[in-house]
């Protein structure tokens, strides 16, 4: 009798949370500008600018801040012209009010990441790959893209909902405690490779169209973040793309390079004729 009783308890509460769950997808689905993606946020954006403090304030804390030289300040000027350009996609995504600012570590990792508070941190060991001005402006828009489409918010959601997913299927395939467990690992994994990963191959993607525009707009040739790929494909091994978080710098590339004559129409048109000057960076 108390068994039938806990088992009866337990699936009203399933239910109940599935039900909220539901309510919640339903409430929280919104579209990323230009993508016309869907995508789902049970985050606001002062939640995700809140994080996105803290998480920088850790990464800080244990990496040397370089503070002077050639790779810092083309850093400044690139970030900042590419910030102005997005301040209308920031503002409409309530991030208008973001006080940016641009870091450079030392550390020889090839990479580069944004919080969505608004500070953007590129790595020392990227320069070089990066090789010039408009290099830079290719990995500064697709950070800064980052935020407009709210990349970060929308990776928090999809692990809550994965988490409260998981959950619900783990206890709905058995009431015993043992064999649940063992379900939730299994279901666990596989929620890792059928859909975050999958999602986060989507948000590269969408920066890399997004920040494209953006350096475009800023009078940057897009086709410099085609090339930042060929480099970077060069530079690195990538993992077969299924298997990354990441595109392959070939795939990258390759869709950059198909939306070309896109991207250009978007420069003014001035820097159509002459782009801005590329300035070697890292050591060129």
Known sequence: MVADQARGVCSSVRMAVAVIVLSLCLMACQTVPETEREQLLLTSPDLEKALGDQAFSQVMRSHQEIVEGQDYETLQRVGRRIVSVAQPELAARGFGDLEWSFHLIDDDTANAFVVPSGQ?????????????????????????????ARHGGE???????????????????????????????????????????????????????????????????????????ERMEAATLSLPAFLSSHPTSRSRRDALEADLPVFRELMPDADKQSPVPVKGVGGH
């Open 155 to 229: 990776r928090i959601s999809q692990r809550l909902l994965v988490s409260s997913g998981t959950l619900l299927a783990a206890s709905a395939l058995s009431d015993d405690p043992d064999e649940g467990e063992r379900w939730l690992g299994a279901l666990g994994l596989a929620a890792l490779f059928a859909m975050e990963m999958p999602y986060s191959r989507t948000h590269e993607s969408e920066a890399d169209y997004l920040g494209t525009r953006l350096m475009a707009k800023a009078g940057y040739d897009p086709e410099e973040a085609v090339r930042v790929w």
């Open 120 to 148: 953007v941190v590129f790595f020392q060991g990227i320069m070089p790959i990066l090789e010039n001005e408009a290099g830079v402006a290719a990995v500064m828009g697709h950070e800064v893209a980052h935020v407009i």
